[in-house]
């Protein structure tokens, strides 16, 4: 937009993009605030005020004004299944953000209505019961009201799945179907499947019912994930470290983000890993992806960025929260050892997941014992992911050890259910995320999205801060949350970090790579709830612009339309924006009872550490317990 005072001057050292008028938080140590930003060729040339920009605006320059608004650099999901995501976007009906069962199930019922025979309805992950007003799951009945001959597959979190009549038949369950390792079919007092699937604990059984639905063709896996990373975009995403996940073979299903790479289509930068499919196969599989490639191969782009968060089946714990904790079978330390030997020995990083202590401690024993032959530390990148229940001593060996933790807000969507399981006292420090910053580890943040928790990083930006679920229950009391700026760096330096490319991006400073997001809101100014209602206006990856909004809509490329055309994202969106909550009395005494109930939760944590009477407070008004 033309600006009445930058008069295209420069020639050589034009910039292709510039922001001004903008609060710039840079993140930079050196120069933490600033106005303007001027990029030429996907790099960051100039940070400073408009008349640092102005010699750089040339004919060509495209000047943005940010109307004051807020500059953060782009966010960083350290945890996120984008590949798997990307190809399946499309095909699901989305209840991110959806506010209500009722509204949830109008959707539903809309949405049958339009999908072909042979299709099916699928909802799949970012939502929980608790975000609902009814504060409930959709039952069977519910589901075949609303569509009675199409297929319909709900899953909520890795704890179950709901299927109509029409699903069940589709995906050949009948009384005589068997129920898998790990997995329970719901059955009636005639035996017949109801249409609900257990998690027991193992979600094996949600994730391979759900792989019986009909899957897109090749153009249309790129339409689909294009659409999904603009989705990302639109909240200011720029980067993201795909974890890999059950049914996503490689080189396969990495074939579609390879294909936009090559084309210049990518709007969101990718590092991958990659993670062993078959079980008793997983050394085989990883000599072989060893002997085809090595970590950081690509470019800024699409980056391979090494193993997991599998190395071997038997080492992987589960994390439905509703169920007891796994017990992992003994003797699974021969092979895992094999696994991580291997890797180290042939310079590559690892991600792995591990929800619980017990978990992490069988692990790092193989890891010390291979110290002794200099493997740890190595240099090698390697962290671990969830860790809602780590120790203080695991935590001190994983910094001897030279690794580092990967945090999502999972528990913004299971808090609930890991409280009924395991009590407030352990869900304050699920995961102790202070304690980790304290000893030094880089902690990257992320969602763990699509299956279950959303893809919007702001409602991971606002558990971080606030310790509160999607259903407003305060799980993490203050000791164990962290401020609005350690949030956002653990959402943009950390991730850079978790990929070896903390001198490049993450923070806004001349060299690093030109990617930034202007906000909605001040992330650093709205009330706290507010925080989750953060949108990106304008997402620039690279300088380009890669999504556009509000005053800046049109500017951004245009993408192919939505295919197939029945498609739910046609016809709703992906997350469903929410209004902001606001000041109000109502609001204010919300606080009230909060600080209250909190303050307490604190004295009982104090409590339990010998650090003040073990007596329960005469102040504490049981009408604020939660």
């Known amino acids: 937009m033309p600006v009445g005072g930058l008069v295209p001057s420069a020639t050589d050292n034009a910039a292709d993009l510039v922001v001004r008028n903008a609060k710039i938080h840079t993140g930079d140590p050196v120069r933490p605030q600033a106005e303007a930003i001027a990029v030429r060729d996907g790099v960051i040339t100039v940070v400073g005020d408009d008349k640092d920009v102005a010699p750089h605006v040339g004919p060509a320059t495209r000047v943005v004004d940010a109307l004051g608004r807020r500059v953060v650099p782009g966010l960083n999901d350290s945890h996120l299944h984008v590949i798997r995501g990307g190809l399946n976007y499309v095909l699901e009906l989305r209840w991110d953000g959806v506010?209500?069962?009722?509204q949830g199930l109008a959707m539903l019922r809309e949405q049958a209505a339009r999908t072909p025979k042979g299709q099916w309805v699928r909802v799949v992950g970012g939502w929980s019961a608790e975000q609902f007003a009814e504060r409930r799951l959709p039952t069977v009945a519910e589901l075949n009201g609303a569509a009675p001959d199409t297929p319909v597959f709900v899953l909520h979190l890795y704890q179950s799945a709901v299927l109509n009549r029409a699903a069940l038949k589709a995906s050949g369950y009948t009384r005589d179907t068997l129920d898998p390792k790990g997995g329970q079919i719901v059955r009636g007092r005639d035996g017949e499947p109801t249409g609900m699937l257990l998690a027991a604990p193992s979600a094996l059984i949600l994730y391979s019912t759900l792989a019986k639905a009909p899957v897109l063709d090749g153009e249309d896996k790129k339409t689909s994930t294009r659409h999904f990373l603009r989705e990302l975009n639109r909240f200011g995403l720029t980067s993201a470290i795909d974890a890999a996940?059950?049914?996503?073979?490689?080189?396969d299903n990495y074939s579609t983000v390879v294909e936009l790479a090559q084309a210049?289509?990518?709007s969101l930068r990718i590092a991958y890993h990659l993670f062993p499919q078959t079980a008793g196969q997983e050394i085989d599989d990883l000599a072989r992806w060893i002997e085809m490639a090595r970590p950081e191969?690509?470019?800024?782009w699409l980056r391979l960025n090494g193993a997991g968060?599998?190395?071997?089946?038997?080492?992987?714990?589960?994390?439905?929260?509703a169920q007891p904790r796994p017990e992992l079978a003994p003797g699974y330390e021969a092979e895992f050892e094999k696994a991580v030997r291997l890797l180290m020995e042939n310079g590559w990083g690892f991600r792995l997941h591990a929800t619980y202590d017990d978990t992490i401690r069988r692990d790092l024993a193989i890891f010390e014992k291979l110290a002794a032959d200099g493997l740890f530390p190595a240099g090698n990148r390697w962290l671990f992911d969830h860790a809602e229940t780590v120790s203080a001593d695991s935590l001190d060996r994983i910094a001897a050890l030279g690794g580092a933790m990967s945090v999502q807000n999972r528990l913004s969507f299971q808090g609930e259910a890991f409280v009924r399981r395991y009590g407030p006292g352990a869900a304050a420090d699920a995961p102790p995320i202070r304690a980790m910053l304290e000893r030094g580890l880089t902690v990257g943040a992320g969602t763990d999205a699509t299956r279950v928790s959303t893809y919007n990083p702001w409602v991971a930006l606002h558990w971080l801060?606030?310790?509160?679920t999607v259903g407003d229950l305060v799980v993490r009391p203050p000791h164990n949350r962290v401020d609005r700026r350690t949030a956002l760096s653990m959402f943009t330096e950390a991730g850079a970090a978790l990929t070896g490319e903390e001198g490049v991006k993450g923070v806004l400073r001349p060299g690093c790579?030109?990617?930034?997001a202007v906000l909605s809101e001040d992330y650093f100014a709205v009330p706290e709830p507010d925080i989750a209602h953060i949108e990106?206006?304008?997402?620039?990856v690279g300088g380009r612009i890669v999504y556009a909004a509000a005053e800046y809509e049109g500017l951004d490329e245009e993408l192919p339309p939505v295919s197939p055309e029945w498609s739910p994202v046609a016809h709703f969106g992906g997350y469903q924006a929410t209004p902001r909550i606001g000041p109000s009395g109502a609001r204010q005494a919300e606080l009230l009872g909060q600080a209250v109930a909190e303050s307490e939760q604190h004295r009982q944590w104090r409590a339990r550490r010998g650090l003040a009477a073990d007596t329960e407070s005469t102040v504490f008004d049981p009408c604020f317990s939660l």
Do not use: H, K, Y
């Open 99 to 102: 506010p209500t069962l009722r």
């Open 245 to 251: 996940g059950g049914f996503q073979n490689f080189p």
């Open 264 to 266: 210049g289509e990518l």
């Open 297 to 300: 191969d690509g470019d800024e």
């Open 309 to 321: 968060e599998n190395l071997t089946w038997a080492a992987a714990d589960f994390e439905n929260f």
């Open 465 to 468: 801060v606030s310790g509160r």
């Open 513 to 516: 790579l030109g990617d930034l």
């Open 536 to 540: 990106s206006l304008l997402t620039v």
